[in-house]
């Protein structure tokens, strides 16, 4: 545990660049209040997509079992919309905390690829992402350019090897998450001196359980986490306005 300075103000972004000096390597954890600063809607607000529409119906396995248009559509119409986002100063200020040598990884529940495309080059999506579609039975991948096109003109893309409809690249409800990302995100946080969760209000597990994997993590994030007693340091405000206050004073 690093004592407090009484020289820096408590839960303030110069705390946290103090906290990211002393504290290397540092893997940052991000989830959708990253996102939704680059217009993304977040999932379970007041306000989220499930909200909208029930998660079990439009994005879950069984769903796509059983009919797998209708997950088709719903996933057709987030793809484009999260394609025509832009990273906002967020992703851009991780992806130059990770070349000042401060991140040494980014592992991510977002699926929208706005860090990759921000800079980072270090990135674990534990939930999947929407760069392709997988056939479950061949285990063909198809890029997220050719499953639009066929999209245009069919409710549902096939496999170009075996004919099964594709399944959406994201981890969908009563999936297990990708065994390979899993394994790589808990080894880096086992690793890091310090979890940097940002954006993520620490609910849906077992990613939920990454910070407790390392020695010490601190939290952004506008509003309660699960983990907030458990933190060295909490800064309750907006991902990009902490973060380019963080990248100011390092």
Not at 135 to 142: T, V, Y
Not at 234 to 245: C, N, R
Request: aromatic share 4%; charged share 20%.
């Amino acid at each position: 545990f690093i004592a407090p300075n009484p020289t820096i103000p408590p839960m303030s972004a110069a705390a946290l660049a103090a906290l990211l000096r002393e504290r290397q390597p540092c893997v940052v954890l991000t989830g959708a209040g990253v996102s939704t600063e680059s217009g993304i809607p977040d999932f379970r607000s007041p306000t989220g997509i499930w909200a909208e529409v029930d998660p079990f119906e439009v994005a879950s396995i069984q769903a796509f079992r059983r009919d797998p248009e209708r997950v088709w559509r719903f996933y057709r119409e987030r793809i484009h919309l999260l394609r025509d986002a832009e990273p906002n100063s967020a992703h851009r200020a991780l992806a130059e905390l990770e070349r000042r040598g401060v991140v040494a990884a980014v592992v991510t529940q977002n699926i929208d690829t706005l860090h990759s495309r921000a800079g980072s080059r270090e990135v674990v999506e534990v939930h999947g992402s929407i760069r392709s579609a997988r056939c479950l039975r061949c285990l063909w991948s198809e890029p997220a350019d050719a499953v639009l096109a066929q999209l245009e003109t069919a409710p549902a893309p096939l496999c170009p090897h075996c004919g099964e409809v594709l399944k959406p690249g994201v981890v969908l409800f009563g999936e297990l998450l990708p065994a390979a990302e899993m394994e790589r995100a808990t080894q880096l946080a086992r690793s890091a001196r310090l979890v940097l969760v940002v954006g993520s209000s620490l609910e849906v597990w077992p990613v939920a359980g990454l910070p407790l994997e390392a020695c010490a993590f601190a939290i952004v994030n506008r509003g309660p986490t699960a983990l907030d007693d458990h933190a060295l340091l909490k800064v309750d405000a907006g991902a990009s306005e902490t973060l380019s206050k963080v990248l100011d004073a390092l």
